[in-house]
């Protein structure tokens, strides 16, 4: 049964104009196997701080995680820190054990930056941290198992927090030094990298709100600044990359853009005008400047901010303006379209929202309010509904909106409160790769896979409670035992076969080794 019969390459437009016909934990056994296209990959996911640990070892400096998770009091959910973590730091071997165990065509994961250039400068390297990356790549390598790596995923050393971090523009500057570094160093192995993981939860998480480091929460005005610094950041490492090293190295580099979906609530003209905003807002303000013809950002967000701005007697809009220069230069800096994409949101905008928001805000810039529906299957994670059909949309909306672009599925999981019997999240990763090949069927060109995450880890503020992983992580073992959940059986028979099969179960799954 097709999860979103209204999908088809000519009706690419409006595609939510249709209700979503939501597909929820239907028998699998009555849905016939699927084939992925030969060339498609697979590979798992993870970042440095949440699963490294090793936080001050081996002349590593302080990142902006390091200083919120060590606040008293803390503002992690358990309390808990990113500290040990996972200690792959030390078990990168069992690490790479387990990518081979699942058949991964490749693994993504994050360089620290702080253990890299513990000051955040590139005067002073860390030659520790340099060979920890070299070991885990090499290992990676001797697998049979491509590395991606994503230069910066959220733990920016402290120092460059106290010049302002993402809201000074010479982050921009620093940053594009941090990259060479690992260009330098890495690029003789490593062929395809992400620049910068979810700008729209660094800008809106760690300056418009407290929801990740550096907890700023400066509404209206942080997560706007910190949005033209990353976007010239991330163009200026693109750029360099392939003036300087693209011809030696040969390699691919794009940006991974979190991608929820959005459907209006109702039927109402003023829900379906406040769900188009929203993408705008949300990932439209760093797709649009990077991927769309004519760059910049979204008219509907600069009009918003500019008259919002003008009402609240704001010499100028809160949301700075990209120069023509600017505007070129961030204009198709991704090789790809990266994308992180989880879940769906209902959008609507009635009467109801007045006074419901600070002023300024973002959330008042927009003027949407948000709401899910009860018949979606929840995750452990508050804002994680499985609705397979939205992966399809966004995918469908990318590749129109973006003149087709490869796409890369950076991310992609289900969180559990723990147990080896995951048969929520397999019924979770069953449906979304469903939901990706109706996508490429009806056109559009995602090339690879990426499941969040390969074992379990720091999940920010929500601490160790919510469980990503293929395997289980013991965080009460000092050795940090690895288990693999029953998931991991069945995503490592997708890979095997390049097919999605509803009916296999595994053998005499006891949750021993697989
Ligand atoms: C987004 C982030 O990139 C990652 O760090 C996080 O753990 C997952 N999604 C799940 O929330």
């Given at each position: 049964m097709p999860i979103c019969k209204i999908i088809n390459k000519n009706n690419l437009h409006r595609v939510w104009e249709t209700p979503a016909n939501i597909h929820q934990n239907s028998a699998n056994s009555q849905r016939a196997?699927?084939?992925?296209?030969?060339?498609?990959?697979?590979?798992?996911?993870?970042?440095?701080?949440?699963?490294?640990?090793?936080?001050?070892?081996?002349?590593?400096?302080?990142?902006?995680?390091d200083v919120a998770t060590h606040m008293d009091p803390s503002p992690v959910l358990d309390g808990s820190s990113g500290d040990v973590a996972a200690d792959s730091y030390h078990l990168y071997k069992r690490d790479v054990e387990m990518m081979k165990e699942l058949g991964l065509d490749f693994y993504r994961f994050s360089i620290s930056w702080p253990r890299i250039l513990p000051s955040g400068f590139s005067n002073e390297i860390n030659q520790a941290?340099?060979?920890?990356?070299?070991?885990?790549?090499?290992?990676?390598?001797?697998?049979?198992i491509s590395p991606l790596l994503t230069i910066y995923h959220w733990d920016l050393p402290h120092n460059l927090q106290k010049l302002g971090g993402w809201v000074n523009p010479i982050i921009i500057d620093y940053f594009t030094d941090y990259a060479e570094v690992l260009f330098d160093n890495f690029g003789d192995r490593v062929k395809c990298w992400i620049t910068i993981n979810e700008p729209q939860q660094i800008c809106v998480g760690g300056y418009g709100s407290s929801m990740l480091a550096p907890l700023l929460n400066?509404?209206?005005?942080?997560?706007?600044?910190?949005?033209?610094?990353?976007?010239?950041?991330?163009?200026?490492?693109?750029?360099?990359?392939?003036?300087?090293?693209?011809?030696?190295?040969?390699?691919?580099?794009?940006?991974?853009?979190?991608?929820?979906?959005?459907?209006?609530?109702?039927?109402?003209?003023?829900?379906?005008?406040?769900?188009?905003?929203?993408?705008q807002f949300d990932w439209g303000q760093y797709a649009h400047p990077i991927f769309s013809?004519?760059?910049?950002?979204?008219?509907?967000l600069k009009r918003k901010v500019y008259a919002k701005s003008a009402e609240q007697g704001f010499k100028r809009s809160r949301l700075p303006k990209?120069?023509?220069?600017?505007?070129?230069?961030?204009?198709?800096?991704?090789?790809?379209?990266?994308?992180?994409?989880?879940?769906?949101?209902?959008?609507?905008?009635?009467?109801?929202?007045e006074g419901m928001y600070a002023v300024p805000s973002y959330l008042d810039d927009l003027g949407a309010g948000f709401t899910t529906d009860d018949s979606w299957p929840q995750g452990a994670s508050v804002w994680l509904k499985e609705v397979p059909c939205g992966l399809t949309k966004i995918l469908l909306e990318i590749s129109k909106r973006y003149d087709n672009p490869p796409i890369y599925i950076t991310e992609?999981?289900?969180?559990?409160?723990?147990?080896?019997?995951?048969?929520?999240?397999?019924?979770?990763?069953?449906?979304y790769l469903d939901a990706v090949l109706d996508a490429i069927e009806?056109?559009?060109?995602?090339?690879?896979?990426?499941?969040?995450?390969?074992?379990?880890?720091?999940?920010?503020?929500?601490?160790?409670?919510?469980?990503f992983g293929l395997y289980e992580v013991d965080f009460a073992d000092p050795n940090r035992t690895r288990t693999p959940r029953k998931s991991s059986f069945i995503y490592r028979e997708i890979i095997r076969t390049k097919t999605l099969d509803f009916d296999y179960e595994p053998e005499n799954f006891t949750g021993g080794n697989i």
């Open positions: 196997s699927r084939k992925f296209p030969e060339d498609f990959l697979f590979g798992t996911s993870s970042s440095a701080y949440q699963i490294e640990g090793g936080w001050n070892k081996d002349g590593k400096g302080i990142s902006i995680w941290g340099i060979n920890y990356y070299n070991n885990l790549i090499d290992e990676m390598l001797a697998n049979g400066m509404t209206g005005i942080g997560e706007y600044l910190c949005s033209k610094n990353l976007l010239l950041a991330h163009a200026k490492a693109y750029r360099l990359y392939d003036e300087k090293y693209r011809k030696k190295q040969n390699g691919l580099i794009g940006i991974s853009i979190n991608g929820y979906w959005y459907e209006p609530a109702t039927d109402s003209i003023d829900d379906k005008k406040a769900t188009l905003d929203t993408i013809k004519e760059g910049d950002y979204p008219y509907e990209l120069s023509k220069s600017e505007i070129e230069f961030i204009k198709g800096s991704s090789d790809f379209f990266g994308l992180n994409a989880y879940t769906t949101t209902l959008v609507y905008r009635n009467a109801s929202l992609n999981g289900w969180s559990t409160f723990g147990g080896l019997v995951d048969d929520d999240r397999i019924r979770y990763l069953r449906n009806a056109g559009s060109n995602v090339k690879l896979y990426t499941y969040w995450s390969l074992m379990d880890n720091f999940e920010w503020l929500s601490g160790y409670s919510e469980k």
